[in-house]
């Protein structure tokens, strides 16, 4: 990481390949925010650190300073990142600056910068991580008590980003419920404070933790754009907030709502990591930046270098009605098209006969499975495919052996009921003894059988979020030990078994967040496989997340919107733009649809290394017409692939045209349909005819390089 630093002025500034990321300390000891936005040169571009906003005696500075980590303490109004109580129960929170450090690390350099509070033994180290190359910037606190008596936390976020004092804000959100995620909201920021946030338990489908500022003229091509996104699976929130002095700022990290934490003397508390980027390049830019700096530093490795191979699983064939000779019949026709990885889901377990009972009996289920999963799995791997499993490890039925062995293991209140969802309840995975049975049951799964890949469910919000047997000053800090349990599980089973990739599911796209990404290889996307909604689920999802660990299965035609069959091909073309999976029951496709199927799927294993991996372009977006049309570049621009969709053909209009992106203006490139070769230049300014006339018309178009 570039770093420079003025030691005169007390002022940092963060270079990345076109971002900078200033900050300093004022006359008072204040760590300021005092830029982030376009490369600047010098520190001395930066401005004066003291400078400041002075209204009026009404209208206390505290809170026209941008503060970099603002505590709540004297007559600071906005949203606080931090808020303590000493244990003689003063609560407020006085920072200054203290000191700084470099660590050197192996991927990137991070500037460290403490401040301390003026009176108590309470420290915080603000952590910044800059990714020169994608102009990302990782942020996390760290606060920690050097004293001997406790302090409670009632809100410490991970930090605040700033946009430069602007008249026009527009924020962009994702935002849905099951089976229609990741939609995109775009609203007019005016003063006050808008929050997204879960406070199930889990990262949520209402709202995903990703934003995206700009001036409201930014477009898929142009504009400045700042974003972020945390990487928290638990409860969390993010703050736009916009004041009279057209200062906007943006905090997110962990939700203080029904949180605190007992951060006892010697001890520390570390934030979820807030990942913050910006671009001059618009959405698009933005997106590409984000996607790769994923794919780099957050997916987890070696894994995420390969690229995902083609799954298919047998929810939607089969549910619950899962057996051996059902799975080796699927397994034989997935096998037959060229499924790399065959995923049995729910069902193969306890009596798991419907979603009554079972969660919780992680063995086997004898009547289903007679010889154990050894024979399915030997059929699988004969047929050249490897094995994976699901598993919904934070649950149970009450009808299951766990529950009545272990009725205390779950959430609850006494003198309330314990509500079920799904007809499940949620383990409390604070508790040591319940990550000790998560772990050993899954690591006995994974030892005992030749397993690659796991599917990591978890489908229903918390309620009664008691813990009782527990010391009162911990009973809050359940919704963050539930996700720090869940990690560290995640990550012990990674460790002992590194073979094994892991997909994050919750009831659809619930999961999907940074802070899972860094455990998971990928994240089912959504429970609606309808290849028409896809496109909106997909494109709202590609805004902030990427196509490598964005699964997608071709399912049955018309299985999720009655009276819309889409052709095999169609299917497909959704399919394609991510993570390719099939989900249908096949038993039950013709030869034809199987045949064109084999087809596609061996086009995919062609292109997959740039969908996966490369730049991604939204030329047309589903929102805006009755064509979606999503090109993918290679990296060195030697090829790309283009995939377009019509739904559906209305008033007699033309076939859409698009501008390709990403290419080089000089090259020749040879594109499918095409029968000359053309440059880069008119692919991408006088446009191409994508010709598709009719209701569910779709196309791949490949584009490669004349080579020398
Ligand atoms: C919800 C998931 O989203 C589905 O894909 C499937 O795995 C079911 N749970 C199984 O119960």
Redo the contacts with the bound molecule.
Sequence with gaps: MALLFDKQTSRWLLQGKNVSYGLGVDQNGTLKHLYFGSKLPFVSDLPDVNTAIHHSSFEPSGGILQQEYPAWGGMYYYEPCLKATFSDQVRDTRLVYKEHRINEGAQSDELVIVLKDTHYPLLVHLHYRLFPEHDIIERHAVIENIGQDAITLEQALSGTWHAPRGDRYRLTHLAGKWIEETQIYQDEITPGKKTIESKRGNTGVQANPWFAIDRGTADEDQGEIWFGALGWSGNWKITVEYNPFKLLQVSGGVHDFDFSWHLEGGKSFQTPVFSGGYTRGGFGQASRNFHQYQREHVLPKPIADGVRPVLYNS?EATYFDVNEQGQTALAEKAAAIGVELFVI??GWFGERHH?RAGLGDWTVNPEKFPNGLKPLIDKVESLGMKFGI?VEPEMVNPDSELYRNHPDWVYHFPNRPRTESRNQLVLNVGKPEVQAFMFESLDKLLSENSIYFV?W?M?RSFSEPGWLDAPKEIQKEIWVRHAQGLYDIIARLREKHPHVAFEA?S??GARIDLGIMRLTDEV?TS?NTDPYDRLYIQEGYSLAYNAQAMMCWVADSAKWVKNRPTPVAYRFHSSMMGSLGIGGNLTQWSEEDLEESRHWIAEYKLIRHIVQKGNQYRLLSPRAGNTTAVQYVSHDQTESVLFALKYPQKFGNPSPKVYLRGLKEDALYNVTDIEEPVSGSALMFRGIDLNLYDDNASKMIKINEVKA
């Design positions: 929810w889901d729910d979603d699901w599917k469910d489908n599911c009831g659809g089912w429970d």
